[in-house]
T-cell receptor
């Protein structure tokens, strides 16, 4: 079945760039997503990329997709304290299946 | 647009009791999803509706779980004879039929004692 892996923790100094990585196993993934979850809250859709794209940029966020290696990354430029949260990578398969498959999440901590 | 809403936000119940949660999707979103999230994990898919039709159910959705969306608008998720292992955050999401974007509600946190 589908599997999505992320490292659990990342610490970054305020003002630096954060890079959160994700690997997935489903070669039929059509869309790949990044969600943000703050403590006690639901998930906020940050951005997503279609599987035939290599890169997508949206303000401070840059998504890179290496389909050959099944590797997805999220770069947050000029990281701020408000970026502290858990970031989830997720994918949707190509076979008419509407469910999101999530990774375990990466907890981003900002060091002042 | 008020976003996806869920009620209640928190529920504490004793083992063996039944609980029901409600989700109101974003208006005009005809797709509605339920996910469950346990501590330290990502959300896991439970079930999905397109309008009033329940199109897919995960094997996580045991016989004690039932979900409905009677008029294709709000949805309810009922858990019968709750067990301690049911303690989790239950998340609802919705999307428009022509969109691949799922928007999540704030979740209902269930604690079974």
């Amino acid at each position: 079945g589908e599997d999505v892996e992320q490292s659990l923790f990342l610490s970054v100094r305020e003002g630096d760039s954060s890079v959160i990585n994700c690997t997935y196993t489903d070669s039929s993934s059509t869309y790949l997503y990044w969600y943000k979850q703050e403590p006690g809250a639901g998930l906020q859709l940050l951005t997503y990329i279609f599987s035939n794209m290599d890169m997508k940029q949206d303000q401070r966020l840059t998504v890179l997709l290496n389909k050959k290696d099944k590797h997805l990354s999220l770069r947050i430029a000029d990281t701020q304290t408000g970026d502290s949260a858990i970031y989830f990578c997720a994918e949707i398969s190509n076979f008419g299946n509407e469910k999101l498959t999530f990774g375990t999440g990466t907890r981003l901590t900002i060091i002042p | 647009d008020t976003g996806v809403s869920q009620d209640p936000r928190h529920k504490i119940t004793k083992r063996g009791q039944n609980v029901t949660f409600r989700c109101d999707p974003i208006s005009e979103h005809n797709r509605l999803y339920w996910y469950r999230q346990t501590l330290g994990q990502g959300p896991e898919f439970l079930t999905y509706f397109q309008n009033e039709a329940q199109l897919e159910k995960s094997r996580l959705l045991s016989d004690r779980f039932s979900a409905e969306r009677p008029k294709g608008s709000f949805s309810t998720l009922e858990i019968q004879r709750t067990e301690q292992g049911d303690s989790a955050m239950y998340l609802c999401a919705s999307s428009h039929r022509v969109s691949n974007e799922q928007y999540f509600g704030p979740g209902t946190r269930l604690t079974v004692t």
